[in-house]
């Protein structure tokens, strides 16, 4: 297991396109977190999950986002009708239970024209 | 509420020179955990140190060390000798105690350049 890995890199798309991204954390880690990241500021928090269930969601996340983690394994997040303030890295954590160290990924960076 | 900040922006220095990153947290609850992060260009945030609320015991790691000060709710981070390598973001983060999902908070990052 080489890391948090995330899929794709990055992603272009024409606002109001829906783009769909993948994040597989390392194996034996249960907790998955999802940030996005704008130009200048640190990471925001997006949601979090602990196996399959999906616990926590931030006031950021509007309706037009959701993220699923359907055997507690990878994770997807999805983002319908794109806007140009969607433009962001969005970056993927994971950890495991107890432990307090946070592997990131290396994010998928959207941009929307 | 929770909240880091780090007033630095952009910091600039020459190869050599010693360079502190300063970090200022806010948080009631009593346990808490505090870390730095670095994102080279690439993007990834690379994991430098955690820090637990019951443990002020200041650390060194080669170069790098911190000063964590509960009295004055600062977490800073000082490059000793600094070399060009060190040229990143650094992010302060923060995160709560027991019942607290594990999210972390960050600060909105410093980017250091150091020059040769």
């Known amino acids: 297991d080489t890391g948090v890995s995330q899929d794709p890199r990055h992603k272009i798309t024409k606002r109001g396109q829906n783009v769909t991204f993948r994040c597989d954390p390392i194996s034996e880690h249960n907790r998955l977190y999802w940030y996005r990241q704008t130009l200048g500021q640190g990471p925001e928090f997006l949601t979090y999950?602990?196996?399959?269930?999906?616990?926590?969601k931030s006031r950021l996340l509007s309706d037009r986002f959701s993220a699923e983690r359907p055997k507690g394994s990878f994770s997807t997040l999805e983002i319908q009708r794109t806007e140009q303030g969607d433009s962001a890295m969005y970056l993927c954590?994971?950890?495991?239970?107890?432990?307090?160290?946070?592997?990131f990924g290396s994010g998928t960076r959207l941009t929307v024209v | 509420a929770q909240k880091v900040t780090q007033a630095q922006t952009e910091i600039s220095v020459v190869e050599k020179e010693d360079v502190t990153l300063d970090c200022v947290y806010e948080t009631r609850d009593t346990t808490y955990y505090l870390f730095w992060y670095k994102q080279p260009p690439s993007g990834e945030l690379v994991f430098l140190i955690r820090?637990?609320?019951?443990?002020?015991q200041n650390e060194i790691s080669g170069r790098y060390s911190w000063n964590f000060q509960k009295s004055t709710s600062s977490f800073n981070f000082t490059i000793t000798a600094s070399q060009v390598v060190d040229s990143a973001v650094y992010f302060c983060?923060?995160?709560?105690?027991?019942?607290?999902?594990?999210?972390?908070?960050f600060g909105q990052g410093t980017t250091l350049q150091v020059k040769p």
């Open positions: 983060a923060l995160r709560g105690g027991s019942g607290n999902t594990g999210k972390l908070i």
């Open positions: 999950f602990q196996n399959e269930a999906q616990l926590e």
């Open positions: 954590a994971s950890r495991t239970a107890g432990e307090h160290g946070y592997t």
């Open positions: 820090r637990n609320s019951f443990d002020e």
